[in-house]
């Protein structure tokens, strides 16, 4: 299926914090417009893995790329250039809590982009519409539930055009109903083609909407494959166990 | 012996004025240091937060009327002779510098670390982080302590007294010298700073109330 020049390269990365090894010699690719779902226990290394693609951690051996910058570095040129082509959403949404939402979105196409005021509304404007929260423009983050918080801040992260949208557990902190309409957008996302890592507890739309699930274990990659083979047949106990017990 | 009369009262009054002034010469030179030590104290570079601690804590470990003795005798000595009232608001300034700065780092490390993260991924520098993320909301944070901070400054300018300042305190002592009403005197004294003091106290707890009810 990769049949295009991988997007996102992860070549035996090896992060360490103090004592602790969290990944241990991780890698794979995801091609242009592949949907790739993370999942793992707790303390299998999958959050700490995407942190690392996002650039916000160092590591400690290895290599990242990302659209062809080198991530991993900091202070490195290609780190200002990654920020352009790679949008990051949290689990804890992270809006900024004292600006509207639409400023929320512009802040960074008025400082970064440098687009005026205007364009900046404009494209607050399409974006907030792909997510389906056109009436809240000028609501205040703690005005909103969790899961529009969330559409919010992946609105904010697609209005800066990125090529690779990173998900850190976004539904993990939000109900069931909520969940449902976070996953929504990001299925729509996925169908509009965008490329996408997402670390997930939901199985049910990692089986969906995933082209390639990564399971990670010990800090390691212990079994990855196209999402359908993948659940169907598992090769190892460690998936089997971990696919039984998220059902 | 003069008997006390309303002259008397209304000099009080214009020099609860220089108190006033001296106030607010340590608050403003306060926070523009204060802000900067506040700045340092947070930087990414080492040897920057120990310039910053150093000076909090040599500041936090000195009497302000120690650091009033130098900047006015010391300084003197030395040949730079400094009038009162400049001596005492660089004194001030200095003092104020570093409570406000230890204040405000607080409230800049209040701000969650995700914010930085939320941030950095946007692509926003360094400096953009701090003018329209952090520091926004650090403000908000810093509001209650930073009036309560303003009570003390108003109370401990009265020290300007024994450089030479005519401030309150000090035209208190001098219309006592020629009246000797100490009670009288230095009880309208008191009621002066109070007055000047309880609105700010008001301030700063329903600032409190409100930063605590809202987001």
Same mark, same amino acid.
């Given at each position: 299926?990769?049949?295009?020049?991988?997007?996102?390269?992860?070549?035996?990365?090896?992060?360490?914090?103090?004592?602790? $090894?969290?990944?241990?010699?991780?890698?794979?690719?995801?091609?242009?417009? %592949?949907?790739? !779902? +993370?999942?793992?226990r707790s303390g299998s290394g999958k959050s700490t893995l995407l942190r690392c693609i996002a650039g916000l951690e160092t590591v400690q051996g290895g290599s990242i790329s990302v659209c062809g910058h080198d991530v991993g570095r900091p202070g490195s040129?290609?780190?200002?250039?990654?920020?352009?082509?790679?949008g990051m959403v949290f689990q804890s949404y992270n809006l900024f809590p004292h600006l509207t939402v639409e400023r929320n979105i512009t802040l960074a196409l008025t400082l970064v982009k440098k687009q005026s005021r205007d364009e900046a509304n404009a494209k607050a404007a399409e974006v907030l519409a792909m997510v389906?929260?056109?009436?809240? $423009?000028?609501?205040?983050?703690?005005?909103?539930?969790?899961?529009?918080? %969330?559409?919010? !801040? +992946?609105?904010?992260?697609?209005a800066l055009q990125p090529q690779v949208m990173l998900f850190d557990e976004v539904t993990s902190a939000l109900d069931p109903e909520l969940t449902a309409e976070v996953l929504a957008v990001m299925e729509?996302?996925?169908?509009?083609?965008?490329?996408?890592?997402?670390?997930?507890?939901?199985?049910?739309?990692?089986?969906?909407?995933?082209?390639?699930?990564?399971?990670?274990?010990?800090?390691?990659?212990?079994?990855?494959?196209?999402?359908?083979?993948?659940?169907?047949?598992p090769k190892t106990a460690e998936f089997s166990q971990f696919v039984a017990s998220e059902l | 012996m003069i008997q006390l009369n309303a002259n008397h009262f209304i000099y009080l009054l214009q020099a609860a004025t220089w108190t006033l002034l001296l106030s607010l010469i340590a608050f403003v030179g306060g926070s523009i240091v204060g802000l900067a030590v506040a700045l340092l104290r947070v930087s990414r570079v080492r040897a920057l937060r120990a310039l910053a601690s150093g000076y909090i804590q040599l500041i936090q470990g000195t009497p302000l009327l120690i650091i009033l003795?130098?900047?006015?005798?010391?300084?003197?000595?030395?040949?730079?002779?400094?009038?009162?009232?400049?001596?005492?608001?660089l004194s001030l300034t200095f003092y104020a510098a570093a409570f406000l700065g230890e204040i405000w780092r607080g409230c800049i490390e209040a701000v969650p670390k995700t914010q930085w993260e939320a941030s950095d991924c946007l692509g926003l520098n360094r400096f953009q982080q701090y003018a329209y993320v952090?520091?926004?909301?650090?403000?908000?944070?810093?509001?209650?302590?930073t009036v309560g901070f303003m009570v003390q400054i108003v109370k401990?300018?009265?020290?300007?007294?024994?450089?030479?300042?005519?401030?309150?305190?000090?035209?208190?002592?001098?219309?006592?010298?020629?009246?000797?009403?100490?009670?009288?005197?230095?009880?309208?004294?008191?009621?002066?700073?109070?007055?000047?003091?309880?609105?700010?106290?008001?301030?700063?707890?329903?600032?409190?109330?409100?930063?605590?009810?809202?987001?």
């Open positions: 299926m990769p049949a295009a020049e991988p997007i996102v390269q992860i070549k035996n990365v090896v992060k360490e914090f103090g004592p602790l $090894r969290v990944l241990d010699g991780v890698g794979f690719d995801v091609a242009p417009g %592949q949907v790739a !779902a +993370i999942v793992g040129a290609a780190r200002a250039q990654l920020r352009r082509d790679v389906g929260l056109t009436d809240k $423009r000028t609501a205040y983050p703690e005005q909103l539930s969790g899961g529009q918080q %969330q559409r919010v !801040a +992946i609105a904010r992260s697609l729509d996302l996925a169908r509009r083609g965008m490329t996408m890592i997402t670390v997930t507890h939901e199985m049910g739309f990692a089986r969906r909407v995933a082209d390639l699930v990564v399971f990670m274990h010990k800090g390691k990659v212990w079994e990855i494959g196209p999402t359908a083979e993948l659940f169907a047949q | 003795f130098l900047s006015y005798f010391g300084l003197g000595i030395m040949g730079y002779k400094l009038v009162p009232i400049v001596a005492a608001g952090v520091l926004p909301q650090a403000v908000k944070l810093a509001i209650p302590p401990n300018t009265s020290l300007a007294s024994v450089i030479g300042f005519v401030e309150l305190a000090r035209a208190g002592q001098i219309v006592n010298n020629s009246t000797f009403e100490p009670f009288v005197i230095f009880i309208v004294v008191a009621a002066i700073y109070f007055a000047l003091c309880y609105p700010l106290s008001l301030a700063a707890r329903a600032l409190e109330r409100k930063a605590h009810a809202g987001r």
